[in-house]
């Protein structure tokens, strides 16, 4: 059983409320929501943060961009608008080392961030 729990979590050891499947990504609701609306959508395959990506990662990438956009969608703030983050390592406050992308709406949010 693979120790990270975001693997965990692509894997169906741990429930999460999924909301869409695709071919190299996963999206599903945040546990602790910072916003109406927050979803995380996470690579399937395990890399700890931005800083592992290669230019071989281009799909990936375009999936979560694709999958933030139909997310927006059905969740109704695609007109409302919303926000992509990543957080990486201590001082970004990356708490689960398994890459993901926060994408918040349904509120307006501050800049900058605290
Ligand atoms: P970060 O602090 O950027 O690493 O974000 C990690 C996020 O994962 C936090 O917003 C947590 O609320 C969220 N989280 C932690 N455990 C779970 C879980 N089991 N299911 C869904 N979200 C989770
Ligand atoms: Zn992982």
Redesign the pocket.
């Given at each position: 059983m693979p120790s990270c729990?975001f693997c965990q979590?692509v894997a169906g050891n741990?429930d999460?409320d999924v909301l869409r499947i695709g071919e190299l990504t996963l999206a599903?609701?945040?546990?602790?929501p910072?916003a109406p609306v927050?979803v995380?959508i996470i690579p399937k395959e395990h890399l700890a943060n931005v800083a592992e990506l290669t230019p071989e990662h281009g799909p990936l990438l375009v999936e979560t961009a694709g999958m933030a956009k139909w997310i927006a969608a059905s969740e109704g703030i695609a007109e409302s608008g919303y926000r992509i983050v990543?957080?990486t390592g201590p001082d970004g406050?990356?708490?689960?080392d398994h890459l993901?992308f926060?994408l918040l709406g349904g509120r307006q949010m501050t800049w900058p961030p605290g």
């Open positions: 729990l979590i741990i999460a599903f609701r945040d546990i602790r910072q927050h995380l990543t957080n406050g990356q708490t689960v993901h926060h």
